[in-house]
């Protein structure tokens, strides 16, 4: 759970234990807030429009000992109240003056099976946002000229900073660690099938999707420079937050190298959002959280939340990757003769169509081994896209 900067959250906090309610209703699309590009983190979804939330508000109670009144919370804002369960004490939870991340508390899976119906409160002053103990910088380690680290978040267990701030467009980088991934599937579509298992190196994945704001970042320095100016999104008459729409591949491309990055391989995509578990989804293997489809500015899902911070991978904007898409690239992967074929896998290098680049997110039942191939030369008017840079191993 993440604290506003001058906004307060009130919220009864009842048990460890938080079973979901409301998850089968249909979000409306979230406000759109007027936040910089380079905010550590976004605001929580708005009540009725995101996970762990229901249409009914908890009620204002009497005083509790040692707690606020309860015009307090008759006074705030409802889409910032949240119930935990069970019977409890009031607790305010005030981000006035800001809180280091390291001192914030998440949400987390309560059980070995990471089912989305059951949670507990975690303390994180001591943990590392992707697992293990926070540790200090790698010897030698520097980052690439053009990214910088954020100091707040600390360091991983391997000593790569957790977060790094790309200053070409102000956007900030969540790191996922060298290991092992789960990609594809074994119950899925035929398209996912067989379940393949992909080392990767460390990378660092754009924490947000790519905004219209971003973007226009991005055209007004070439029309500066007097080179060609990309086109703009389809949907660039829409709020700046929302993620930039409807770009071919290629100008998704040029707008990664520009920044210093790339685009993400489908299995870079599949492990920023399903973690080494595989889970199915970034919160878990419990129940799908939305029934609908709909584009909001970044990172308003709050659930929508990857084990390393990212957001929007199951949801909004489908996103490009990297890769030629082949419907039977999994089975292809598994017959490869080469041992390593699979280390830092970017799918299939000859493909029956030339054009087709794989597209992920928005799957059914919002799973993340969905996936798809779309023409990289046409605009489609609900793909988007985001960016990583990649650390390869032994780099000091």
């Excluded at 009031?90 to 991340?101: Q, R, T």
């Excluded at 199951?314 to 003769?337: F, K, M, P, Q, R």
Aim: proline share 10%.
């Amino acid at each position: 759970m993440r604290s506003l900067p001058r906004r307060r959250i009130v919220g009864t906090l009842l048990a460890l234990c938080l079973p979901l309610v409301g998850c089968s209703k249909t979000p409306t699309e979230a406000p759109v807030t007027s936040v910089a590009s380079t905010r550590p983190v976004p605001p929580p979804s708005p009540a009725g429009t995101g996970p762990g939330t229901s249409q009914s508000q908890p009620k204002p109670q009497s005083k509790p000992s040692g707690g606020k009144t309860s015009s307090l919370v008759a006074n705030v804002d409802p889409r910032f109240l949240f119930v935990v369960s069970g019977p409890g004490q009031l607790v305010e939870v005030d981000a006035d003056p800001p809180v280091s991340p390291a001192n914030k508390f998440e949400v987390t899976s309560a059980d070995q099976l990471y089912d989305s119906t059951q949670f507990v409160v975690n303390a994180t002053a001591s943990q590392s946002l992707s697992g293990g103990t926070a540790v200090e910088r790698k010897a030698g380690f520097t980052l690439p000229p053009g990214f910088e680290e954020v100091r707040e978040y600390g360091f991983t267990p391997e000593g790569y900073p957790q977060r790094i701030l790309c200053t070409k467009n102000g956007t900030q980088l969540a790191c996922v660690p060298a290991g092992p991934a789960i990609v594809g599937s074994d119950i899925g579509p035929d398209v996912s099938r067989p379940s393949i298992t992909v080392e990767l190196d460390t990378y660092y994945m754009q924490v947000l999707e790519v905004t219209i704001q971003d973007f226009e970042r991005y055209r007004v320095e070439m029309r500066e420079k007097k080179k060609t100016v990309p086109p703009a999104p389809l949907n660039a008459s829409s709020p700046p937050q929302l993620p930039a729409l409807g770009l071919p591949w290629g100008i998704a491309v040029n707008y990664a190298k520009w920044a210093g990055m790339e685009l993400p391989t489908e299995a870079e995509f599949e492990k920023a959002a399903r973690g080494t578990h595989g889970l199915r989804t970034p919160w878990g293997d419990g129940r799908p959280l939305w029934a609908e489809r709909t584009i909001s500015a970044t990172g308003v899902f709050a659930a929508d939340r990857s084990p390393y911070g990212i957001y929007d991978l199951a949801g909004n904007a489908s996103e490009w990757c990297a890769d030629l898409y082949s419907a039977t690239a999994h089975e292809e992967a598994v017959n490869s003769i080469s041992k390593d074929s699979l280390k830092n896998w970017s799918g299939p290098k000859k493909v029956r169509d030339m054009n087709l680049r794989v597209v992920k997110g928005n799957g059914e039942n919002w799973s993340i081994w969905h996936r798809t191939g779309k023409d990289m030369g046409k605009a489609h008017g609900d793909v988007g896209f985001r960016c990583v840079l990649r650390i390869p191993r032994g780099t000091k």
